[in-house]
């Protein structure tokens, strides 16, 4: 492999690593999520939070996903990894802070 096509790999592996990194950042202090956005995510959390906890647990997770997959079918493991990467406190919820990065896995 010449030195030219290897500095291109590495260089489009940083920039997918920084646009990974950025996705993670989530928050109502983070800049790149505008206003708009932390409205939508704020009512889907409304819509599927049917226990009231202000979290979605497994099965919420799993009928927002259902409803974003057109009414098809989403099976339990693909409900687990959304939640493993998406879940950064590890209590097996997902938070309104949570949620838009488990939107971006899915």
């Known amino acids: 492999m010449s030195i030219v096509v290897a500095s291109v790999i590495m260089k489009r592996r ?4 920084m646009s990974i990194g950025e996705r993670r950042k989530v ?24 226990d009231g906890d ?12 259902v409803d974003l997959n057109d009414g098809k079918e989403v099976l339990d493991i693909e409900v687990k990894c959304i939640m493993k990467n998406a879940d950064s406190s590890k ?8 949620l838009q990065k488990a939107l971006t896995a899915w």
């Open 14 to 17: 940083r920039n997918r690593q």
């Open 27 to 50: 928050g109502k202090n983070n800049p790149t999520v505008s206003a708009e956005e932390r409205e939508h995510i704020e009512a889907m959390m409304k819509k599927y939070d049917m």
């Open 54 to 65: 202000t979290e979605l647990n497994f099965g919420e997770l799993k009928a927002l996903m």
């Open 91 to 98: 209590n097996f919820h997902i938070s309104n802070s949570e």
